[in-house]
């Protein structure tokens, strides 16, 4: 019944109106602009958020299981108080029983030391292990290397830095083969990590601010009185569900964990980012949704109002279309298409307005607008359009055309 | 057959406290390539005939059979598509749409017939040309004087081919030097073939019309045949 006539005609008469009605036009809009850049500012942090936790996750490496005393992100810290903490003779012990592991780590670490060269320092988390230590963390030095099995167990005091650190000490000095201070203690940096970034406050994770030295020397200089982390990561082809179950059989054997007692010790994997992520992002969701959908209504009852008086100011030229033949469904499609074509512009003004924003957070935050949020903007925009038109539509299409002509 | 048939036709209005009987009882023939002016005082109900007639409002009660069709028995939609393909309307206060070229308010009823563009626009343009505004095309009405804005109104009426046009008070907004050549116009299209019917109140512009029908009260007073109706060559 519509024809691509009525559709033509439609665009043509809302574009006619709106650029005789700019001001009010642009106005109008305002709450769908708003929504719009919300929607698609929204989409583009959470975008990069994603693409930040890939870069996480790849840095903790995707099969490797943390075995702690504390379990990460447990609401029931308290319970992991009184265990008994975890040594480096059980993660030796460990090492040589599990089969299906192709590493076992001990991580041992001390937080806030100072890390000195000439007059700079910096504090940061320092972090005593083994060579393995590569093959857990997945993550090879950008400069320089890893310390050996030789430096490992003669206890050298060799250290690899993380990028902050080398950042902020050697500004424009090549760090390698220089002597820095720890907590005092003269240490040649023979290595320096590769950036990798903080992911929601996860900075404790990253070894930009840490460094590294080994084992040996970490036990001698710092001593033993703190709990260790294991790292374990499994061969390649070994079932996840496998290795893991090997790996708590054998450690509770070790901890001589009572059979039906619970694990006296936390199994950590990188999943905690995953759900820290998911928070982060159904916040922001529903925060959104929220700014999204207060701003589309207030929006879409403005364009109804807008409509309304377009319809009124238009009377008598509605009784004239309906002389010339125009019938209820084009005068109908004639006031939706307008409202539409508004809302739509209001979408295209809400995207340049949210594009340059978007790269500003690209600064900050990784990210790229996606496709499909620009698309799915405009179709929330021209939806809105239409549902806040209908009515006013309505109205202009059952007029009655008597009526209408003699409307001055 | 005549192509207008009215019988006994009635119109009534509710103003909530009262009946208002527009029409009571109008009975008319009129034949094709008639030039019909319908005339009375206001409140004769010549307003509420022209609409009947231009099938923007049905009767009350009584017959109204256009073109041998009983217009009482149409919906919506066919009524609109009578106006769009039967019946070319010429407003008084002109009714073009202000920011439309001429060109595309005489394409309007085009438009609501489904007439693909370039057609539309090749028998607009031969519509303005014919009443000769074939150098005003592109021109919106504010740029044009009220004379021309009434001939791409009389331009729209034509460009359908409508089996009647109907005309209220087309010389009202129009000084009466315009309005003469305005009514030339006219008898040329009487002359061309066309059915011409007119409302107005202005005893000069009815006896422009070979018949005049004159209403009082609802109900025809009169029906005369005028023996010689002005033309352009007897006002000169």
């Known amino acids: 019944m519509l024809s691509l006539h009525d559709y033509s005609e439609g665009v043509r008469i809302a574009l006619i109106a709106i650029r005789a009605n700019k001001m009010r036009s642009v106005l109008t809009t305002l709450g769908i602009v708003i929504g719009v850049v919300v929607v698609t500012l929204m989409a583009t942090v959470i975008e990069g958020l994603g693409a930040a936790l890939d870069k996480s996750i790849s840095s903790l490496g995707t099969d490797v299981y943390y075995i702690s005393k504390w379990d990460w992100f447990s609401g029931e810290w308290w319970k992991a108080r009184n265990r008994k903490d975890i040594t480096v003779e059980q993660a030796e012990e ?29 504090k940061g988390n320092l972090n005593g292990t083994v060579p393995e230590y590569e093959i ?51 240490y040649r940096v023979i290595g320096v990590f590769e950036k990798e970034g903080d992911f929601l406050g996860t900075a ?13 020397n970490f036990l001698k200089l710092f001593g033993t009185n703190r709990s260790i982390d294991i790292h374990v ?15 708590i059989g054998v450690f509770r054997k070790i901890r001589a964990v009572p059979p039906g007692e619970e694990n006296d010790f936390g199994i950590n994997t990188q999943d905690f980012l995953k759900q820290v992520f998911d928070g982060v992002v159904s916040t922001i969701g529903v925060v959104g949704f929220l700014i999204t959908s207060l701003s589309l209504l207030v929006g879409g009852v403005g364009i109804m109002n807008i409509m309304f008086v377009s319809v009124k100011e238009r009377t008598k030229e509605i009784g004239t279309r309906k002389a010339l033949g125009a019938t209820r469904s ?79 | 057959m005549a192509l207008i048939h009215i019988k006994d036709v009635v119109k009534t209005y509710d103003m909530g406290a009262e009946l208002v009987h527009a029409l009571s009882g109008v009975t008319i023939d009129i034949q094709a390539n008639e030039y019909v002016a319908i005339m009375g005082p206001s409140g004769s109900g010549k307003s509420t005939l022209m609409n009947v007639i231009g099938c923007l409002d049905t009767p009350t009660s009584g017959l109204y059979e256009f ?28 009714n073009l749409l202000p920011r439309s070229t001429a ?65 209220d008070e087309p010389t009202g907004n129009l000084d009466s030097r315009t309005g003469v050549e305005i009514m030339q116009l006219f008898s040329e299209l009487h002359a061309q073939g066309n ?15 070979h018949r005049i029908l004159r209403l009082f009260d609802g109900k025809v007073a009169s029906d005369e045949v005028v023996a010689n109706p002005l033309t352009y060559a007897s006002q000169m």
């Open chain 1, 136 to 186: 857990t963390s997945g993550v090879v030095p950008e400069e320089g290397r890893f310390f050996n099995e030789y430096e490992s167990n003669a206890g050298r005091p060799v250290c690899i830095i993380g990028h902050d650190v080398a950042d902020n000490l050697f500004e424009r000095e090549d760090p390698i083969g220089k002597t820095i201070k720890i907590s005092g203690y003269s």
């Open chain 2, 103 to 167: 060109l595309h308010n005489v394409e309007l009823p085009l438009i609501y017939a489904g007439v693909p563009s370039h057609e539309r626009r090749e028998r607009a343009e031969k519509a303005l040309t014919d009443v000769g505004l074939g150098d005003r095309m592109l021109h919106k009405p504010n740029e044009l004087s009220g004379g021309q804005r009434q001939r791409v109104a009389v331009a729209r009426a034509l460009v359908n081919n409508p089996s009647i046009i109907l005309a």
């Open chain 1, 330 to 408: 084009s005068i109908l499609f004639q006031f939706l298409i307008e409202a539409a074509t508004i809302c739509m512009l209001g979408g295209l003004l809400g995207l340049a307005i949210s594009w340059p924003l978007s790269l500003i957070i690209d600064e900050v935050l990784p990210s790229s607008m996606p496709l499909w949020v620009v698309i799915l903007s405009l179709s929330i925009s021209v939806a809105v359009g239409l549902i806040s038109g209908i009515i006013p539509a309505f109205t202009a299409a059952k007029m009655n055309p008597v009526d209408a002509l003699r409307y001055e």
């Open chain 1, 233 to 247: 990561k499994m061969r390649d082809g070994v079932d996840k569900e496998d290795g893991k179950a090997e790996m």
């Open chain 2, 195 to 209: 059915t011409l019917i007119l409302v107005t109140h202005e005893e000069e512009i009815a006896e422009h019309a």
């Open chain 2, 67 to 94: 073109g041998g069709e009983n217009v009482g028995d149409l919906d919506d939609n066919q009524l609109a598509e009578i106006r769009n393909r039967k019946i070319g309307f010429v407003f008084q206060t002109f």
């Open chain 1, 204 to 216: 404790m994770f990253s070894k930009d601010t840490q460094a590294f030295i080994p084992l040996e």
């Open chain 1, 94 to 122: 460990l090492r040589e029983r599990l089969l299906l592991a192709e590493a076992v780590v001990p991580v041992v670490n001390s937080w806030q030391r100072t890390f000195k060269y000439k007059n700079r320092s910096v």
